[in-house]
């Protein structure tokens, strides 16, 4: 009883207003056994409690893939990675705008346009800031993940009515030279202050399952949480053949669900995304993922992995009691 009084009395901390202290964030983390659920059932009242009821839902387009300069191990778009996907140049504009078309009618509320690359080029910047408009006519919110930009990029962006710039950490800051060694963890900060600078609103999150401890997914949690970012999207990692991390094992589904509950209590305010990995590791337990803090997603396919169709998640979604 000692660790369900112990669970209860750190949500209420958090419902009354209060941050969690890492200490706090330690003990949750070591929750195990059949107390998991009092760790789910109090992550779930905090995002009733400040979220509500309503699920987000944003797709993504693999708008310019692979030839990526950068080491990150995880991901099959870099050069070094013996992967086998398909690489090519940024998609011309009606193939684009044909992609928003098709996720309108599910209700899906942010359409981002993913490039590979440390740095989107300026040609293909221009290219991706004509096209916003037309994806604001369409009645979504147009969101962009380009890489590694300085504000004046940044600022022509939000000109043309971009709203969200999306730049994942990926893991703390003690992590991420065991994961990329071809750029520094300090020029993702960069990126995201200067979106902030800019004047949007900031996606940034990582990827669970790469060999790192609690203390970094705590250490990552803390650090979004001062950065003050408005989405947190969290990815659990899928071995790609190819890549360096091809043989780590999949985290377990409640291990993955343990990750969603804590970045809730530690983040009670903000979304909480659950996006590449969701059905590859959550599996008959993915419709979990609501219960145990989220409050969005990803629906669709991801840049080199699939994930469920817009017409799936909406189903879940509604099932489960919750709206779009």
């Known amino acids: 009883m000692v660790h369900q009084e112990a669970i209860r009395a750190i949500g209420e901390k958090v419902l009354r207003g209060r941050s969690l202290s890492e200490s706090d964030a330690l003990f949750l983390s070591d929750v195990s056994g059949s107390f998991i659920f009092d760790l789910f059932s109090s992550a779930n009242k905090v ?3 400040f979220r509500g009821e309503k699920i987000g839902l944003c797709s993504i387009v693999n708008a310019k893939s692979g030839a990526c300069t950068e080491d990150c191990s995880f991901c099959a778009q870099s050069k070094y990675s013996k992967a086998q996907i398909e690489s090519y140049p940024l998609l011309p504009a009606e193939a684009l705008f ?12 942010r359409f981002s346009i993913v490039t590979s690359g440390r740095k989107i080029a300026k040609k293909d910047l221009l290219s991706v800031a004509a096209i916003i408009p037309e994806i604001r006519k369409q009645g979504l919110l147009p969101c962009a993940s380009l890489g590694l930009l300085k504000k004046n990029d940044l600022s022509q962006l939000q000109e043309a ?21 071809s750029h520094q963890y300090a020029d993702k900060i960069r990126t995201i202050e200067a979106a902030k600078s ?12 790469m060999g790192e401890t609690w203390k970094d997914r705590i250490d990552l949690a803390f650090t979004l949480k001062d950065l ?21 094992g999949f985290l377990h589904p409640f291990e993955a669900l343990k990750i969603i509950s804590l970045f809730r209590f530690i983040l009670p305010r903000k979304e909480i995304r659950i996006c590449g990995g969701r059905m590859q590791i959550l599996g008959d337990f993915h419709s979990m993922i609501f219960l145990a803090g989220a409050d969005g997603m ?13 017409e799936d998640d909406v189903r879940l979604i509604k099932m489960l009691g919750f709206t779009v």
Request: proline share 5%.
């Open 161 to 181: 009515g971009l709203d969200r710039y999306h730049n994942n950490l990926e893991t703390s800051v003690g992590f991420f030279r065991q994961i990329c060694t």
């Open 298 to 310: 990803i629906t669709g396919n991801y840049l080199t992995t699939s994930g469920m169709s817009p």
């Open 47 to 49: 995002r009733e409690h």
């Open 228 to 248: 003050d970012v408005d989405s947190v999207p969290i990815n659990f990692l899928v071995p790609i053949k190819g890549t360096p991390l091809e043989h780590k």
């Open 98 to 109: 044909q992609k928003t078309i098709q996720i309108k009618k599910y209700g899906i509320k």
């Open 198 to 209: 800019a004047g949007l609103s900031v996606c940034s999150g990582g990827i669970f399952g």
